[in-house]
Structures are given as C-alpha cells and as structure tokens.
C-alpha cells in the first residue's frame, strides 16, 4: 500500500493579537496558532520583526515582569510595552536573538553555555591532583574568580608592556620633534615638553643621544613633580627665569609617558582617547600562567592528561571524544596517571554523561569546530543564536514560545538539517516556536506562515496571509510567494572572464594553514564552505589586512568604543600575495559592524548628505537674514539644537526601583532643535520633517537636488526606501548597516580599480532585496571592479562569475580550497559539501 499523505496540521490553539500598532504595524489583527512551527515572512522592513518580537515577545515579557519585584525589574533589561489593543492566549516567551550582548573576552562559548560550570565540577571531584595537595573546588578553577585567578595577569592570560620602543617609535626625532609619540598630540604634550626644560632636560638633541638614565626616568618614572612652566621661552630663556624667579606662565605637573598611557587607557571617557594610546601598549602572554590565566594550583590538576585551560582549547567534537573514553573507561592518562579511586570514577562518569547529554545538541547544530574557551567576541551573530539555542534544548522547558531571529543566518545549507532538528525538537517539547526568517527552505518545512507586508516601511505593516504555506500561492500581492514556489529564479548568464588574478600563498591563520589561493580580479567572486570552515579566515582577515598593508593601510582598527584589557589581541596572518596587486589601487571592506554606536549616528549624516541638507537650509532667505550658517542646522552643534535634551529628541526619566524608560523632549516634543531653528523653512519643511522622512518620501522631495538625489537614489535601488532619514543607527540591523555603507561607496565617484569586499551580505535580506543587492554589485564589476563575498545563499552563488569552495569540514578538517572554478564546475566536485546545494539551485535556475 502507498504511504498515507501526512495529515493536515491542525492548531490546538491560537495567540490572537488585535490591534497591533508597533512601528509601521497597522491595526494588525491575526490569529497565531500555539504547539506549532510558524514562520513570519516579508521584506525587510515589512513588520514581521515588529509583530513577533516588538508585540508577541514584548507583551510576553512585560506580563512576567508584572509578577517580580519591583527592585529586580529595574536590573532586567525590558523590551516595553508593545502598542497593541490586546492578546489573548498568550504564554511566557523566550526571545532568542542575534544581539550579542557586551563583548568581552571573558564571555566564552562555555560561559554562555554554562557548560564551563560542569568542566570545573569534573576537575574539582574528578581530577587528578599532584601528592598532598588539597581538593579544589569548582571556582578555583575559574579565571573569573580571586580563587582561580592567575595573580600575575588577573585572569586576562597577558600581561601589556609599555616598553621604550612602543612610546618613542623614532628615536632620531628630539622631544620637541615630538620623539615621545605617546604623549598627547595638542596643548598637554606642549605643556610635558615645557616641564622638561624647566627641568634641565635637553629637548632639541635627537632622543636617542640622551643618556639612558634620563630616558628611563621621562619614559617610566612614577614621580608627579609640580614646576613652573615658561611657556613659549627658549630654554636659555628658561633658565634665566627660573634664575631671577620671574613670574612663571603656570605651575606645571610632570607624568611619565608610561604612566600617561596607562591611566588614560583605564580612566579616559573618550574611546578615541584610549583607542590612540593602546597602540603603545604591547601584549604578550603572562609569564606566570603562560596565558592559561589560573593559578598554579588549578593548572596543577590534570584529567585525562590535561590541564583544565588545555581541555577548554579543544574542539567541542574533540571534548565529546575524551567524555566518551570517560564513559567507556579508556580515558588516555589511565596508563600512565594513578588509578581513580571509586568514588571519583563515579563522578567522573556522572558529570561526563550529563556533559555529553548537553555537549550533542551543540554538535547537532553544527558548532563541534567551537572550543569552550572561545571568547564571544570573536563568533557570529549566527554562532551566538545557535548556542542560545542548543542551550534552551537542554533546559527542556514546556508550553513556552520561543521566538528566533533569523535562525538559519550564518549556516551553510549542508548545517540546516540539524537546525530543523533542533526547531522541531523544541516544538515536540510541547513549545511553540515564532521564527523570523528570510530562508525559503525553512518557509516550506513550517506549519503556519504569517506573510506581512508587501513592501517596507509604510508600504507594508498589513498580515497578507496567515496559515499553511500550501496556502501563500493564492496571494498574489505576496512577494514571497514567487520565491516559496520557485517562480522567481535568478537570471542565467555565462560567466565573466577573469581581468587578472591575485595570488595569496602560503596564507596561515586560525585553521588555514600554509593555504594557497588565487583570486580572480573584474569578477563576482563566491567564497563558500561549511561554518568554521576558514572562510572568513581568510577573506575578512588574511586578505584584508594584506591588500591593506600593500595600499598602505593596515587593517581599519577594531571598534574600540569599549576597548578594555581583556579584548582579545588579534594575531596577524601569515603569508603574502605573490601578484596581481598592482592591479588593485582602492580596498572597500563593507561590513556588518554598526554605523554609530550613539542616537546621535543615523543614515543621513553617515552617508554625508545630510551636510548638503543642512547647506539648502542655510542658503534660504530666511536664514540668511537671521545670519544662521550650515552648522545652525545640525542637532550635534548647541545653537541650533535644543537646549533640554541638547539634540537627542529624548529624555531619560528615571523611576524608583524601575527600569529607566525614554520620553519625547517635553521643550523639542522630539524634534532635537530650538524653535529659531525650526521656524526655518525649505519648500514648506523644517530640518526636523526632513528627518522623518523616509528615503522614498525624500526622494520625491528633493527630486531636483542632484547630489542629494543621487544619495537616496542608491539607497533607494539597493532597497533601503523604507528607513527615515533621521532613523537612530542604534535602531539599525548589521544587515541594514552593511547596505547604507554599501550605498555610501556607490554614491562615490570611482578612483580606480576596487576590490569590495562583503563577509555574508544577504543576511536578514528577503530573496527579493537579495536580488536589488546583486544588480547593484553587478554594477560595479561591469564597471570593472572586483566584488568578493563570502556567502551562504546558494542562489547568489549560483549567479557568481567564480566560486572558491573551503573545507571540507570545519576547524581542524577544513581551512583547505576543495573546489576553485566556475559554479557549474564547483557543483560537479564530489568532495565539496556545497556542490549538491548549488547543483540543486543551478537546476532549477
């Protein structure tokens, strides 16, 4: 008999949300069904994010904070009161997201997967410890504790030095030449230089002839004299004063250029500050720890022939190989380390089952290439989201809704099986599970869709369609649907013929190891392979920061707005490009990483064409009668801007023992500038309406302003229409992020041969603005650029001029080139975990 066709799914019941009003959301009323698997879809920007995190999730929330304490509510960070009428049937909600939180070092995958509590449990009861020396307890082997804490370094694993080479990198410039590069640039590095002559130091002989006793003491004293300073004398002039005790200029005080550095990198408010004095500061591994960053005591301990900071720097897939030789009884130190007594085998047999329980379902999702010390920093949203995920599997709460961000960001196709597993395990716990999700293949494994839409912004905010996905087809204002049923393919095109090549050899870095490369220059180029496979090893790294130095430009600095010790020093590639870069005159990184960090960064004033707004309102008849210039009408200058919220359009009001909450200005109403400023019109607006607008709204306005228009043109083409002018950049997703940069780079004019460079450019885009993004990079290789991207999407891949394949596996089985040719040719490799995947999408195309 033929199987039976799987029975229709049929809710159990419904979260019905009415009146939902949340950002461009309009009077939203639809019924979600509970116990299942539903997939919110849409363009970006349509309001699928605002209906499942912004009032499903939020509501959610703000109900349990209604049953804690007050007191404790105020630590929690609250998503607010969504703006919605009402919603019925609702349980508690988990969100799992792909913020990341605050970086730092000290965060790793075994700190957000608790797992590292369970490694240092195994240790304390389990481990073997050296003759005589007492049982340790679990946060002795933490370096986050004063216990554990290694008490050279504190735990960090480096010590810094400031040594005489990083502060006076030229030692044949005199210290009035400014020889002491650490010092500060304006007036107080003058004001150290004047002290010195008040003191006798000669300030004119190139530093290197000073004697070495006088360099030490500038360089590294921790003396903080007072003297009278002569500003502006010569130093025989000097001398003469301080002779007849004349009237000195000011009473000067002495800090050391060691001393400088360090107390501004560990005090300065201002993250340029410490971002320019760290680059003196050179770290190195403590010398006490080695950088294993505990004290000897815990590093003392060994289980199965490894110290506890050498078993965090394993594989997870290497640490579920050594918990089941635990298990089996034939762990590898059993020859050579006494035998465990009884009661410790137990342990270790206990705490290892539980580990391993835990320890499958990070294997599962595809992270067995991730160590337990790996600091979170350094993983991608994707990577974050999925141990969140793995970590909630384990917790096996019931009748929850989980609500996940774009789950399948960051994986390759051959890593979503296990992601579905995963989806439907949680489901089958008797969870519902809201996914917002832009991947069609986990459209089609759903049991309900909610479609919103169709366009962004003010054009979308309305439920299209809400039930099975067999049932999207009939939706024909959908723009998901051509996508869902293969009605929308990409367009075929023979590939580009490669200008020249650029050669890396011998490229070593994280798991790449003495690589070989060639990439083609005036094509579109893929880079693909498997999540930890090297990828980005080597495209957003090894390669960046050598075409950077050969165009004399290291690598961009880091974000540093929070730059502490205990970020993570990068380590430099190695390797070299053995030809084609003279071929290449300009290097374009455009990443995920957010354009401002404060309200006060929004897209017109990162793509400059902001300045050319603020010059129209300038030039008007109005404000050239008031005197009032460019800079009147910019909300970062005191001027113009309000004075009771000084710009930001928002006050801060803080509520006893309750989370502080945002209002408008009460003086501004939100409008950021003074009322002199807003009486100030352009063709019926003031400055403040013209920051509410929406890219498409401004495009019509400004139609005839060429720079302006070419600006929002691009944004516009690259399918950014629907986000304001004024949008917060800490409103912004990475995804939306890397496209305004990527408009910022178009709207230029092009000086010479580029390279683009984009680490994963479709994440958080719908197919169809997927589609808007490779008609606007085709634009620049047919204008004889080069674009690289590394990608996950098969569709973009297929469309690639040349793909390079990476793995075959991931950490230590992969970082090779599997496959290097045309798509077609990397989809007949038979070692390639990409090639069925883009054999399939090259199918149907």
Not at 196 to 215: F, H, I, S
Not at 320 to 332: E, F, N, P
Not at 613 to 642: I, P, Q, Y
Request: overall charge neutral.
């Amino acid at each position: 008999m033929p199987p039976k066709p799987p029975l229709p799914f049929q809710p159990t019941g419904f979260v019905k949300v009415r009146g939902a009003r949340e950002h461009n959301l309009k009077h939203v009323d639809v019924d979600i069904p509970r116990d299942a698997l539903v997939v919110f879809t849409g363009v970006s920007g349509s309001g699928k994010s605002s209906l499942a995190f912004s009032t499903v999730y939020a509501e959610a929330q703000r109900r349990y904070f209604e049953s804690v304490a007050p007191y404790a509510r105020r630590l929690i960070d609250q998503a607010g009161v969504p703006d919605v009428d009402a919603i019925e049937g609702l349980p508690p909600a988990v969100a799992l997201q792909q913020q990341r939180g605050t970086p730092s070092a000290r965060s790793s995958v075994g700190s957000v997967t608790t797992l590292s509590s369970s490694i240092r449990m195994l240790y304390s009861r389990a481990g073997h410890y050296p003759a005589g020396q007492p049982m340790l307890y679990a946060e002795d082997f933490s370096a986050n504790t004063p216990q554990g804490a290694c008490a050279e370094c504190h735990g960090l694993g480096r010590v810094y030095e400031v040594t005489e080479a990083t502060l006076v990198p030229d030692p044949s410039l005199s210290i009035r030449e400014r020889a002491i590069a650490a010092w500060p640039p304006a007036w107080q590095g003058q004001n150290l230089r004047d002290i010195l002559v008040t003191m006798g130091y000669d300030v004119d002989v190139p530093w290197r002839d000073l004697p070495q006793a006088e360099r030490d003491w500038i360089l590294f004293t921790d003396q903080t004299p007072t003297v009278p300073v002569y500003a502006g004398l010569t130093p025989a002039q000097t001398r003469t004063a301080l002779k007849r005790k004349l009237e000195p200029s000011y009473q000067g005080t002495f800090s050391g250029a060691k001393r400088y550095v360090l107390h501004t990198f560990m005090h300065s408010q201002s993250a340029q500050m410490r971002q320019r004095v760290s680059q003196f500061m050179r770290p190195g591994p403590c010398p006490a720890c080695g950088g294993k960053r505990l004290k000897p005591a815990a590093l003392s301990v060994t289980f199965d022939g490894l110290d506890i900071a050498e078993l965090s720097q394993l594989s997870l897939a290497e640490l579920g190989q050594v918990l089941r030789r635990v298990l089996s009884g034939h762990s590898a130190s059993a020859s050579t380390a006494p035998a465990l007594s009884a009661e410790k085998q137990l342990a270790a047999q206990r705490i290892a089952e539980e580990l391993l329980q835990r320890l499958q379902s990070l294997l599962d999702l595809g992270l067995g290439y991730l160590s337990l010390g790996r600091s979170t920093p350094s993983l991608s949203s994707g990577e974050l989201q999925r141990l969140r995920l793995a970590t909630q599997l384990n917790a096996q709460l019931f009748g929850v809704i989980y609500v996940l961000d774009e789950p399948s960001a960051g994986l390759h196709p051959a890593d979503s099986e296990a992601l579905y597993s995963a989806l439907q395990r949680l489901k089958q716990a008797g969870n519902s599970v809201y996914v917002v999700e832009h991947d069609v293949e986990t459209m089609r494994r759903a049991d309900w869709l909610v479609d919103v839409g169709p366009a962004a912004g003010e054009h979308g905010g309305r439920v299209l369609y809400s039930g099975p996905p067999a049932g999207l087809a009939k939706v024909t204002e959908s723009r998901t649907r051509p996508y869902l049923f293969a009605e929308h393919t990409g367009s075929a095109r023979a590939p580009r013929e490669p200008a020249h090549w650029l050669h890396l050899e011998g490229i070593t870095r994280n798991n790449l190891q003495q690589l070989n490369v060639a990439l083609p220059l005036g094509c579109f180029t893929s880079v693909t392979g498997i999540s930890g496979s090297g990828k980005s090893s080597l495209v957003s790294q090894a390669l960046l920061e050598l075409v950077g130095a050969h165009l004399g430009r290291g690598q961009a600095p880091a974000e540093q707005d929070a730059a502490t010790l205990e970020d993570d020093a990068e380590r430099p590639s190695a390797g070299q490009i053995t030809a084609g870069l003279q071929h290449l005159k300009r290097l374009v990184d455009v990443d995920q990483k957010p354009i401002g960090r404060t309200p006060r960064s929004n897209l017109a004033t990162y793509t400059g064409l902001f300045d050319h707004v603020r010059k129209l309102f300038a030039n008007t008849a109005e404000a050239k009668a008031h005197g009032f210039d460019a800079g009147r009408f910019s909300f970062n200058v005191a001027k113009g801007r309000c004075p009771h919220c000084e710009g930001e359009g928002f006050v801060s009001v803080e509520l006893l023992f309750m989370p502080s909450v945002y209002a408008p200005c009460p003086t501004c109403h939100g409008a950021r500038y003074n009322p002199e400023t807003l009486a100030i019109t352009w063709q019926g607006l003031t400055i403040a309406q013209v920051l509410q607008h929406t890219v498409s709204q401004a495009l019509e306005v400004f139609s005839n302003q060429a720079a302006i228009g070419r600006s929002l043109q691009v944004l516009e083409d690259i399918g950014l229409g629907y986000l304001r002018l004024g949008q917060p950049a800490t409103e912004l997703s990475g995804g939306e992020a890397q496209r305004i940069k990527l408009a910022t780079e178009l709207q230029r004019q092009a000086r010479g041969a580029t390279l683009y460079v984009l680490d994963e450019p479709t994440t958080g885009l719908h197919p169809e603005d997927v589609d808007r993004l490779l008609l606007q990079l085709n634009h620049l290789v047919d204008a004889g650029h080069s674009v690289l991207v590394v990608e996950h999407d098969m569709r973009v891949v297929a469309q690639s001029d040349w793909v390079i394949d990476i793995g075959p596996g991931a950490g230590n089985g992969g970082g090779r080139v599997v496959a290097s040719g045309t798509p077609q040719a990397v989809a007949a490799c038979k070692g390639s975990q990409t090639a069925r995947f883009l054999a399939q999408c090259l199918e149907q195309g």
